[in-house]
């Protein structure tokens, strides 16, 4: 695809899209706008650019849309694409905030805000297991993926010392591979 033929106005809006409708957990609706709408990624590359951004500091759709908003239209691109994602959840926010300091000991609006919290763990779990029927997760390297979820899931180690363990070996797999 010609990503420069994406002009600004479209970033802003499709990822306007994302921020409003993933308010609160946005992968499974970047994923659901940029590959199955837009056509913008393939399931591989949104993968691969998902990565990157967690790979990266920040939060991981700031960094997707920053990087994939320059990669189309450049510093404005950029632009358009951060501020699409990040002003109708900030408008929310701000108003949210307002209500709750008002309102927020009420019965109902405690139940509310549960019932909002269970939506986005369900968007999220969905978004996983759409993940996990990818052709990557049928690659031999899924196995340092599971290792390194159950080793800090299940048997609780530091993030850090999975990865230190896990990195090294993952590395010389890749490398005896690419010979």
Known sequence: MDFTAITPRELFIAFFKIGIQGFGG??????????EERHWFTEEEFLDAWGLAQALPGGNIIN????????????????????????????????LGVLYTEYGEVAGVVGLL??????????VVSAGLKFAISPRLRSPL?????????????????????LLLLAPFSWWYCWRRAK
Do not use: K
Not at 68 to 80: D, E, K, Q, T, V
Not at 142 to 162: E, G, K, N, T
């Open 64 to 95: 997707l849309s920053i990087g994939f908003g320059l990669r189309c239209a450049g510093p404005l691109g950029s632009c358009a694409a951060l501020c699409g994602l990040t002003l109708a959840p900030f408008a929310i926010m701000v108003m």
């Open 114 to 123: 549960r019932g909002v919290a269970a939506a986005g763990a369900g968007l």
């Open 142 to 162: 899924a196995v340092f993926a599971i290792a390194a979820f159950i080793l800090s899931a299940f048997v609780r180690w530091p993030l850090a010392l999975v």
């Open 26 to 35: 946005v992968l499974p609706w970047a994923r659901r706008v940029l590959v």
